[in-house]
C-alpha cells in the first residue's frame, strides 16, 4: 500500500509552506508567546488561502477534504508556526470539527460558514477538576428551563475560552444515567 500524500495534497501542503513564509515570521511566533495574546490577525489570512475550509464539507463552503487533508494542515501549520497552529485549531478542531459531526443542520448551516470564513472561534468545554476530561464522570448538570438550559457546574483547563465566540459545554442533562445522560449545549441549543 502507497501512503504517500497525493499530487494535489503535496501542492497543498506547499501552499501552507508559502502562506508560513509570508505571514508568520520566528519573531511573530516570539513577540506572541511574550505578549500572551492569540493572533487574531492571522484567521483573516488562513481563511483566504482556503486552509480552514480544507476539512469541511462543500456545501458549508468547504472543500470537501478528509482527515488526511486535516492532519497534514495541522501538522504544517505546528511545524512552520506555533501561531497558525493555534488559528487552525481553535475553529477547526476545537469547534467545527464537534459541529461537523454531532451538530444539527442548523447549526452547521450557521457556525461551518462563519468558521471557514475566519469569522469564528469556539472551544469544547468539558474538562472539570473532579472529573478530568473523562466525560462519564461529568457533573456539571443542565437544567431545563423552557427553551433553555441552566447550567451548574465547574469547568477549567478548556483551551481557547479566553478567546473564544462560541462554546459547545459538555453538560449533563440526566442525573442517573452514566453514559446515555451526556449532552453537549450550545448558546442556543441542544447539539
Known amino acids: 500500500m502507497d501512503y504517500s500524500f497525493t499530487p494535489e495534497q503535496e501542492a497543498y501542503r506547499q501552499t501552507i509552506r508559502d502562506f508560513i513564509k509570508r505571514n508568520c515570521s520566528p519573531e511573530l511566533d516570539r513577540q506572541l508567546e511574550r505578549e500572551e495574546r492569540y493572533p487574531h490577525e492571522l484567521l483573516p489570512k488562513l481563511a483566504e488561502t482556503g486552509v480552514l475550509g ?6 458549508y463552503g468547504g472543500i470537501g477534504g478528509n482527515a488526511i487533508d486535516f492532519v497534514l494542515t495541522a501538522e504544517e501549520l505546528a511545524y512552520g508556526s506555533e501561531a497558525a497552529s493555534a488559528c487552525y485549531l481553535l475553529p477547526v478542531f476545537f469547534a467545527g470539527h464537534m459541529i461537523k459531526m454531532n451538530g444539527s443542520e442548523e447549526q452547521k448551516r450557521t457556525y461551518l460558514p462563519r468558521i471557514i470564513q475566519g469569522r469564528m472561534k469556539g472551544c469544547f468545554a468539558l474538562t472539570e477538576p473532579e472529573a478530568g476530561s473523562d466525560a462519564a464522570a461529568i457533573t456539571t448538570f443542565g437544567e431545563p ?8 457546574g465547574h469547568k477549567h483547563y478548556i483551551s481557547g475560552a479566553d478567546v473564544a465566540d462560541y462554546i459547545m459545554v ?5 442525573k442517573d444515567d452514566r453514559y446515555g445522560g451526556v449532552t453537549i449545549l450550545d448558546r442556543k441549543s441542544v447539539v
Open 54 to 59: 480544507v476539512y469541511f464539507p462543500e456545501e
Open 170 to 174: 459538555v453538560t449533563r442533562t440526566k
Open 145 to 152: 428551563d423552557g427553551d433553555d438550559f441552566i447550567l451548574n
